[in-house]
């Protein structure tokens, strides 16, 4: 990878599903195939509250689907279904005009956000780390850089391979997640000094965090009312931070 260091000054790792979006990552796969709703729903609150692993996951809905889901259906499901919570472009959109590497880190298909991006649902995506399980032909629109996610564990993985090809060192990474599918990247986060954001968060993530003594500084929305709290609120906590790690130098 070519020398990005001094490119962006922060990174600003999320999740998607039930974070930025209220659409699981399974639910493309609801669209075209409705009878697999219900077992794939049970298969998603298994990884998502660390009951199994993603691996695990994968593997279940490899059994259960009949056949890929084409570029056609995902297209189709995106035209009836894409959502986001409120902000969710303006802070992609604001991060990149403020130096902030805005990466998505999501268990969901890599496919999603390639159509995603493909299509203009959201500005364009400095760096993608997704499962490849479904996964479309390359496209001009694809974010620059890729990582595979395979595991949950992963997500704090692909985290720091990012900040360390980009030169951002700790004190200056922030992390969002929702449930305690995102533990361990909050575990991770705290560790290298990130501000860490839960977003409409379920009680998964606040018993991991609780029970390990992380942190979490900022909540934004709750689970029961999700669409309370535009994510541009916290914009003046993410210069606070980065205002705190210059004192620091």
């Not at 077992?39 to 490899?62: H, K």
């Not at 379920?202 to 029961?224: N, V």
């Amino acid at each position: 990878m070519v020398d990005q260091a001094g490119r962006y000054r922060a990174l600003f790792s999320s999740d998607w599903s039930e974070c930025l979006s209220p659409g699981g990552p399974f639910d493309c796969i609801f669209f075209n195939y409705p009878d697999l709703k219900e077992p794939l729903t049970a298969v998603f609150r298994q990884y998502t509250s660390n009951a199994i692993t993603l691996g695990d996951a994968i593997r279940r809905i490899q059994d259960l689907l009949p056949g890929p889901i084409t570029q056609e259906q995902m297209d189709a499901y995106l035209d009836a279904s894409f959502a986001v919570y409120p902000g969710a472009a303006e802070l992609i959109r604001w991060c990149e005009e403020n130096r902030v590497l805005f990466m998505l880190n999501t268990t969901g298909f890599q496919g999603t956000y390639q159509r995603i991006l493909a299509k203009g649902l959201l500005p364009p995506l400095a760096a993608l780390s997704a499962h490849p399980f479904l996964r479309y032909p390359q496209s001009p629109t694809d974010p620059p850089v890729f990582h595979p996610l395979r595991e949950i564990q992963d997500k704090a993985v692909n985290s720091a391979a990012v900040a360390e090809a980009f030169g951002i060192g700790p004190g200056r990474i922030i992390v969002m997640g929702d449930s305690g599918g995102d533990g361990p990247h909050f575990q991770w986060g705290a560790s290298v000094g990130a501000l860490l954001i839960a977003s409409r968060p379920k009680p998964s993530l606040e018993r991991y965090c609780a029970e390990r003594g992380i942190p979490i500084h900022h909540r934004i929305g709750t689970a029961e009312e999700p669409e309370k709290g535009h994510f541009l609120e916290l914009v003046p906590r993410i210069e606070a931070y980065l205002g705190t790690a210059n004192e620091r130098k």
